[in-house]
């Protein structure tokens, strides 16, 4: 216990201190940072991190922060952050001129050749458009403040760099870019602190920055002034340092405000937990009831369907009785005008084959267009292969009801039997076209008749019961129609479905 309030203490000590980290100061002529070409440092992709704080402007154009030449790179141009593409020696310039004596964070992330693979960032948030940058080759070292082959020098306070071998998301550097972070960090590959160095003192041993992280990845300092009290270490600093192996003085200062939280966060996680709980147990009851009540649903309407289709099968079966009687009827009066039957008969046949789909097909509801009336057809044509008829036809494949197909079905059949009778009188080549089609790609249809006969004669259809059957079948379409008499009967027949 006393070694935890004596812990306590001095981080509370350190904290009203305001004991800083250092920074290192680059004069903008010829001080730099140079990193051996480690092999963990040549990497395809990755983050760079740094803080910065420009001092001074000098007469060059771009000036280096992190830079592996020909390989990925933080820079400014104009003072300017910027991405630059190595192949296509193309910048990419994503701020504003950035201010002298203002602490920044910048960070990089990059996947070489990868369209919108780079991404800058600024304080802790994105900014610019993603980029794309090529990494041509990996050997030279790694340098900070200036670049290997141009002078790049940078003139101002350079902090905690850190290079990691991943793509850090947002939320990890926005989270992570305002603090000292914990060394160990997977996926960190060098962190620079730049704390060793006695601000404004003699840092003749100093000659070196070591790597916080296992790979003791040591840099250079190069022509820095390391000699009495122009150290080129400075305490002007934006970040606190941090002991990541005691407890830290913010902790200490607002520990009940942290444990009142905690307490908050911990009791309201109990209740959502036992509230997820009660609620998973009631929705696995209700799903139970659900699965039993569909069953029994499906159960049902599978029967209701077994009793539709038979319904359907029954009254084709009737249907078919009754034509049977009525073909019986026509072979013993062979003699006799037998018409009136065979309309009849044409009649029930169109309604008889409507019933006998629905009873073979599982949709109980709706016919096939191009089934149906195929079906049809081949019946008609049985009546016409005697009197040496051309049909055509062609039928867009559409899901009728049963009205709509029964209707369309008898309207088609009246018209073909009105031709058959009273069209082709002296007629060489007779022939008959029918057109169904969808129109303006809804649920408009358009049914097409025509024929080269001498024309519609409406007194000649059955004294008119003919025409009668096509109006009464076109308003129960909801439909409209209109035909000519030119070069032969054309009908036009439009409805929607």
């Avoid at 060059?60 to 990925?72: G, I, P, T």
């Avoid at 046949?349 to 097909?361: C, F, G, I």
Wanted: hydrophobic letters at 40%; aromatic letters at 10%.
């Amino acid at each position: 216990m006393l070694t935890f309030f004596s812990g306590c203490n001095k981080s509370w000590n350190h904290l009203n201190n305001k004991v800083k980290g250092n920074s290192l100061n680059f004069d903008g002529i010829d001080d730099q940072l140079i990193v051996p070409n480690y092999e963990k440092l040549r990497l395809h992709s990755g983050t760079l991190e740094a803080w910065f704080k420009i001092t001074k402007k000098n007469g060059l154009a771009w000036h280096a922060l992190v830079a592996k030449e020909l390989a990925y790179q933080i820079t400014l141009f104009d003072y300017k952050l910027t991405g630059y593409d190595w192949k296509l020696e193309a910048k990419n310039i994503v701020t504003d001129s950035i201010p002298i004596n203002e602490w920044h964070h910048t960070a990089l992330t990059f996947i070489d050749s990868v369209e919108n693979g780079c991404q800058l960032y600024l304080d802790g948030r994105s900014i610019g458009k993603p980029f794309k940058i090529h990494i041509l080759n990996h050997g030279t070292e790694l340098y900070i403040g200036s670049n290997r082959f141009n002078p790049q020098h940078f003139c101002g306070n350079i902090d905690e760099v850190r290079i990691w071998n991943s793509v850090r998301t947002p939320q990890e550097i926005y989270l992570n870019y305002l603090t000292e972070i914990d060394p160990t960090s997977t996926g960190l590959v060098l962190y620079y602190k730049f704390n060793e160095g006695l601000p404004e003192g003699d840092n003749q041993q100093k000659q070196f920055i070591q790597d916080e992280t296992i790979n003791n990845l040591t840099g250079s300092l190069y022509k820095f002034d390391l000699k009495g009290n122009t150290s080129n270490y400075s305490s002007d600093s934006p970040l606190i340092r941090k002991d990541f192996f005691s407890i830290s003085a913010f902790a200490i200062k607002y520990l009940w405000v942290i444990i009142s939280v905690l307490s908050i966060v911990l009791l309201t996680f109990l209740i959502v937990k036992l509230k997820t709980r009660f609620l998973i147990k009631e929705n696995i009851k209700l799903d139970a009831i659900i699965t039993e009540r569909t069953k029994e649903l499906k159960n049902s309407l599978s029967q209701k369907e077994v009793l539709i289709q038979e319904i359907h099968h029954r009254v084709k079966n009737n249907l078919q009785f009754i034509l049977s009687i009525i073909d019986m009827q026509i072979m013993i009066k062979l003699n006799v005008d037998n018409s009136a039957l065979n309309d009849v008969s044409r009649r029930l046949t169109a309604m008889a084959l409507v019933h006998e789909l629905l009873y073979r097909q599982e949709n109980i509801e709706r016919v096939s267009s191009v089934i149906y009336f195929n079906a049809l057809i081949q019946n008609i044509e049985k009546l016409i292969e005697s009197n040496k008829i051309i049909l055509k036809y062609d039928i867009d494949n559409i899901a009728f009801s049963t009205s709509q197909c029964m209707c369309v079905g008898m309207i088609m059949s009246e018209l073909i039997s009105n031709s058959l009778k009273y069209a082709f009188i002296n007629q060489k080549n007779p022939e008959i076209d029918i057109l169904l089609r969808q129109i303006n790609n809804e649920n408009d249809m358009e049914l097409t008749y025509k024929d080269n006969g001498i024309g519609f004669v409406e007194n000649n259809t059955d004294n008119g019961l003919g025409s009668t059957l096509i109006t009464a079948f076109t308003q129960q379409l909801k439909g409209s129609y209109n035909y000519n008499n030119i070069n032969g009967v054309l009908f036009f027949l439009k409805f929607r479905i």
